[in-house]
């Protein structure tokens, strides 16, 4: 049924992600999304995580596997605006963007929103520490809501 062939599509794009095909991988999400939309949300942020792990175990290196992370970060967010992790992954991405301008870094746009948000659906740990390092870089104020 769809399920397998999505899993399927998911699994080559795993797999082209890693060889550093970077559109045919992107593509492979893009096939599982649309034989499953019902879980089209779930494809992408597989496809975010995929990119995001492949930027961090090449240590760095790659700004256009952070690109591609980040850009299906969005769509992993769109599909589905509660996972946590989706703008986790959005906004390590956008952080590495940021420059120093007049002594302090400056944020490209969408990082506060994504540690913001991410505060606001996340729990608490190392990833939560994460995005208050971000925030604290900036200058900004870490303020996160309680969710009830």
Do not use: W
């Amino acid at each position: 049924g769809p399920d397998v062939v999505a899993a399927a599509y998911d699994g080559l794009g795993q797999a082209l992600a890693r060889t550093g095909d970077v559109k045919s991988a992107s593509d492979s999400f893009d096939q599982a999304a649309r034989t499953q939309p019902a879980n089209a949300g779930v494809r992408y942020f597989n496809e975010a995580a995929t990119f995001y792990n492949v930027y961090e175990e090449n240590g760095k290196r790659d700004p256009s596997m952070a690109e591609a992370a980040e850009a299906a970060a969005e769509k992993a967010i769109a599909a589905q605006p509660t996972n946590a992790n989706a703008y986790y992954i959005k906004a390590e991405c956008l952080a590495a963007r940021m420059n120093a301008s007049g002594g302090r870094y400056v944020a490209p746009p969408g990082l506060v929103e994504a540690c913001h948000k991410y505060m606001e659906l996340g729990t608490p740990g190392p990833r939560m520490d994460d995005v208050k390092e971000i925030l604290a870089k900036m200058n900004q104020p870490v303020a996160v809501r309680s969710r009830k």
